[in-house]
């Protein structure tokens, strides 16, 4: 029960992290082509649900612990990439 709660919490989390990252980015490279910034926000958000599955399946497998750090590792991911991206849009 406990690794369902802790996924939806970490998929719950993710999708403003998304938002945030696809804003920030629109903002920082505002001469780039749209496909470029969809893209460039799509794949760490795949990555963070693939991320989110695998801690998922490492709870399954006994590790509550460790899993619970791949799980979350995702959005500790797309948050760097977002203060990155909103360090370097501030910055110019």
Known sequence: MTRYILQRLALAFS???VLALGATLA?????????TIYLLAFLPALLNIVLIAGGQQVM?????FAGVL???SGNAVLCALCLHAY????RH
């Open 15 to 17: 999708a403003p992290l």
């Open 27 to 35: 903002a920082w490279k505002r001469h780039s082509m749209p496909l």
């Open 60 to 64: 399954r497998g006994g590790s509550e």
């Open 70 to 72: 791949v799980m979350w």
């Open 87 to 90: 360090r370097q849009c501030a």
